[in-house]
C-alpha cells in the first residue's frame, strides 16, 4: 500500500473517515472512470476564477512523473489549454455509486468514489511520450482499439496538445452503504434507504458504412456495461 | 428561448457548432443532473490553485439572482467553502450519453451534455431563503423527499453553509450521435460506431430498520432510472 495525500492541499479536512489512503484503490477509480473534471485557473488578478470542464483521460502508473502521470489532452486551439502549462491544475474523477435517503435531510448523502489529483502541468513536447500518451488516452476509452484505427497524422499529432499532471499529490474519498441516522429519528418511524446506481451501455449502434460485425475489443467494452 | 453565454468567459472559443444557446436545454440538464463539480481558487498568489469537487445542488429559476440561482451546500467546517464567498466559482454539470469510436483516434469523442455557470458566490445568510434552499436540494436528489423527513434542527442549520452562485453566465455544449470521420477513413473499411451510455437504478435498499413498504415518491424517484 503506498499512501496517497502526502501534501496539506490534497489532506482531508473533513469526515477523515471517508478518506481512503490506499493508492491501489485511487488507481482503480483512474482506471474506471471515463471522464475527469480538470479545473484551471484563467484570468489574471482580481479577474482570476477557476473553470471546469469534463476531458477524457488516462494513467501510466510507470509515467515519468513523480508518483506515474495523468494525461489529458486537448486542441491547441483551446485557450484555457495554452494558459496551463506550469500551473497547478485539480483532476477530479467521480464516480456516483448511489443516493443515500436519510431520515433527516442532514444525513442525506450519495454514495460515491472520488479521486483529486492537484499538480503542476506538463505539456508533453517528446514525440514518442505524446503518441503513447494518445494511445493510452484511446485505450483507457476501449482496451483494444487504437490498434484497430488508422494511425495518427502528422498534422492531427501537431492540432493535438497532450498535458501531463504527476499523481504523486492526489486524495481519495469514498461512501457506501445505507444511511447513518441518529437514534431518535430511527426510533420514530421514517424510511430511510439507499438507492444504488451504475452506468450501463444501451446496444452499440455501429456508423451506416462501417463494414461487418462489431469488433471483439467493442463487445467487451459494452459487456463492462451490461 | 433565452440567449446563455452573455459574457468572454462562458462564450466557447472552439467547436461552436457544439454550443447551444437556448436557456431551457441548460435548465433541463442542471434539472436532470444530479451532481455538479465545484471548482473554487484557494491559495494565494503563486500558491493559487484550483480544487474541484462533487457537491450536489438544486436550481431556482426564480431565485434572488440575476436569472435565477444555483444553490448548493456544505459544511461549515469545509475550509474550501469558508474561503469561497465573494470569489467566483464555476460549477459544471455533466451528463455522459456515449463513446464515440471513430476510424481514428483523432476523431473519438464522447457525447455529453455539458452546463458551465460561472459566477460570485454569495453565502446565504437570510434564515428563510437558507432552509427554502435545503429543501429544493433535497428535492433535486428525489422530489417529494421533503415532506417526508423530520424537520431540520437549528443546530443542522447552523453546521450547514449554503451558497448561491446566479445562473447569468452560463453555457451548455453537447454532442450527440455516431462519429463523423473523414471520408477517406470511411472508405478504407475501418469500423466505427458509438456505444450509449446511461445510469440506472438497481433496486432501493431499504434501511434494515425502516418501517413498512418503499414511499411512494421513492419508488417514482427509482423508476426516473429504470
Known sequence: MTELSPTPRTTLTREKERGVSDRAELMALLREGLIAHLGVTVGDGADAHPVVLPVAYAVEPDG?????????????????????????????????????????AFNHSMNYRCGVVIGPVRLVDDPEEKAHALDLIV????????????PNTRKELAATAVLAV?????????????????????????????LPLRVVASPVV???????PVPEHVQRRAADFA
Do not use: F, M, N
Open 64 to 104: 515519468p512523473d513523480r508518483d506515474g502521470t495523468l494525461y489529458v489532452h486537448g486542441s491547441v486551439a483551446a485557450g484555457w489549454l495554452r494558459r496551463t502549462p506550469g500551473a497547478s491544475v485539480c483532476v477530479t474523477v467521480t464516480a456516483l455509486d448511489g443516493l443515500v435517503l436519510a431520515r433527516s
Open 139 to 150: 485505450e483507457h476509452v476501449v482496451p483494444g482499439r487504437a490498434a484497430a484505427l488508422r
Open 166 to 194: 504527476p499523481l504523486h499529490e492526489a486524495s481519495l474519498k469514498t461512501r457506501a452503504g445505507g444511511p447513518e441516522d441518529d437514534q431518535p429519528d430511527i426510533d420514530a418511524g421514517y424510511w430511510a434507504g439507499h
Open 206 to 212: 455501429p456508423d451506416p458504412a462501417a463494414p461487418g
